[in-house]
Structure formats: C-alpha cells, structure tokens
C-alpha cells in the first residue's frame, strides 16, 4: 500500500516538473504571441487602417498560437479610446492540457500574456530631406494641402515677413513656402556619430541628391543643430522628379539661431511628393507698394502634407503619441 501511496507521489511530481516546463515554453509562447497582436494592431491605427487594427491584432495573436484574444485600442492614459487613442492592449491566453498532474485532480490550466504597443513619434529618422521647415507653418497647415516650396534664383520675397503673402495663382489653395522662411540643410556633420549610416561622405551636390534621391540613411536625433541657408537649389529637379508620388520626411526647425545661423530641428513631418514645377505662377502682395505683383514660370517643389503618418526609417518609440496626420512615427512595444 505505501508502495502504491509512493509512486503516485513521485508521479505527481513529475509531472509537476513535467507541466512547469512546458508552462514556462507556453508562457513564453504567449507572450510572443501578445507581442505580435499588439504590434500589428498597433500598426494599423499608425498607418491609417483604425478599423482593422482590432482585426488584426487578434489575426497576428492567434497564427502566434494564442486560443483565445481580446484587443483594446487605449489612449496614452490606459482608457479605452477607439477613436482616437493610439495604443493596442492584447491579452493572449492559451488552455493546457497537464499530461500528469491528473492524478492530483488537475484537469487543466489556462496560461496569460498581456502586451502593449504604441503609435508615437519618432524622436530620430533616417532618409530626411535636407529642407528645414518651419513648424508654425506646418501645425497651421491642414494635411492633405498642397505646399509649394519656392525655389527659383531669380526671386527674393520673404512670403512670411509681415505684411507680405504670396499664393498659388492656379486655384490650387497651394501653401507657399519662400526661400526667406525655410532653409537647405547642410548634413555633413550632422549626422549622429557611430550610427552605420549609407551618405556618402563630404557634403555638397552628391550628399543632396543622395538624401533626395537615393534615401541614404544618416540618423539625425531630436533636438537637433543643423547648418544651413535660405535660398534655393536649382539643380534638384530630378532629384525631386524621381520621387514623385513617394511619401518623404522634413525636418520641422523652431527657431533660427543655436550654435549661430543653424537651424534647430524640433520634429519631423511627412510629406507625399508631386513634382518639381517650373512653370507656376505665384501672387505676391508687397505691402510697400500696395500691389499684388504677378511671377509666372517661376520654379517650385510641389509636395503634399499628408494626411497619413509615415514610419520612421531608424525610429525609435517615444512617450510622444502620434495625432494621426502627417507625424513621422515609429511603432513599438511599450509594455
């Protein structure tokens, strides 16, 4: 009888040991399987796909093995907001079936994982236009406008100066942008020491069509110091022409100053490229003079605001929720 007592004893604990191992395997499991719900439903809200993001957690969650999976989409605070919030909650769970632990009355158990992804904007990018853009002006621009960036050597108006406007004479609706209120950003040295970055070294023609063109990777992080110096690059119109229809990130500058002249970076936003235009005709009323003066044929860099956000090439996950039109974002677990 003890006998009997003993080896149903031993059998208990192994399969206790038995079952803690592959509890453990099945945790780990879940948790995987959590992380990929999290991040794909994460993904979606990011790029604009809200209503599948549910969906598509669950999908990703279960071909990672989870049985059962609940999704919430939550705002920066932990409350359930599908509308607006920008963080997917998933809990993956899984039902075992104990190989031993039968003999001590246990039939089954379930094992839990819980994950957290976020849609936030990238504090550092890869592949930037060398355009320094001003932040005010793309906040007060609704996404999904036209922005033409004047690039014409034979024009000196400072559309922002006080007083003065300048507007597409096309009907577009078209934000101008002067040579006086944005900048060409010398990246030579800008770029964060150590990263493995693509750009050719030196600066000049070949590092601007590299960086326009070619989408050449050189980290560049938030803050940010960069030279630069309004006026216009001519010689880019290729470079432009061979991305159109490509969505494409700018530096967002604050203020003119540190370090000097340089322009200081405090985001990013995206744009979706139309062309290089060497045919618009832009409007400029001089207050001085009390007239609108018409330029036609003049050069600009047609891009759209848009109203997508756009993944960060080497971004990495901030505390900074992405608003859904036009951020630079990176997408990430955060729990």
């Known amino acids: 009888m003890w006998v009997a007592v003993l080896l149903v004893i031993l059998l208990a604990f192994a399969g206790l040991a038995i079952d803690a191992s592959i509890g ?96 936030m904007r990238s504090p550092t990018a890869c592949g930037l236009w060398p355009i320094a853009f001003p932040q005010n002006v793309w906040e007060d621009t609704p996404c999904g ?11 000196s108006y400072d559309c922002g100066a006080k007083g003065w406007d300048c507007v597409a004479d096309d009907g577009s ?28 070294n030196g600066g000049g023609a070949a590092l601007i069509k590299a960086l326009i063109e070619d989408d050449c990777a050189g ?17 880019v119109d290729k470079h432009v022409d061979a991305r159109a229809g490509d969505k494409v990130a700018m530096p967002l ?16 936003g995206c ?21 609108w003066i018409t330029e036609k044929n003049t050069k600009v860099i047609e891009a759209i605001k848009t109203c997508d956000n756009c993944l960060a090439k080497c971004g990495i996950v901030s505390d900074d929720p992405a608003s859904g039109g036009g951020d630079l974002i990176a997408v990430g677990l955060i729990e």
């Open 173 to 200: 609706g078209a934000r101008v942008l002067s040579p006086g209120e944005r900048g060409w950003l010398d990246f030579k040295d800008a770029f964060d020491a150590g990263y493995p970055g693509t750009c050719p």
């Open 253 to 268: 500058f604050d203020y003119v100053g540190c370090n000097g002249n340089d322009y200081h970076i405090a985001s990013f």
């Open 145 to 155: 406008t036209t922005v033409y960036i004047w690039d014409d050597d034979k024009i």
């Open 24 to 119: 453990l395997s099945q945790r780990r499991g879940m948790q995987n399987a959590a992380d990929a719900g999290a991040l794909a439903g994460a993904r979606a809200v990011c790029l604009g796909n809200r209503a599948q993001a549910k969906a598509q957690a669950q999908a990703y969650a279960q071909d990672n093995g989870a049985g059962q999976v609940k999704v919430e989409i939550r705002n920066a605070a932990g409350a359930i907001d599908e509308a607006a919030g920008t963080v997917v909650w998933v809990e993956a769970q899984q039902t075992i079936q104990p190989s031993l632990l039968g003999v001590i009355g246990v039939d089954q158990y379930t094992v839990k994982a819980t994950a957290k992804a976020g849609c």
């Open 219 to 235: 980290r560049i992080s938030l803050p940010a110091c960069i030279p630069g110096e309004p006026g216009v690059k001519a010689s």
């Open 271 to 291: 744009f979706e490229v139309v062309q290089y235009n060497k045919k618009a005709t832009i409007k400029v009323w001089d207050p001085k003079k009390g007239h």
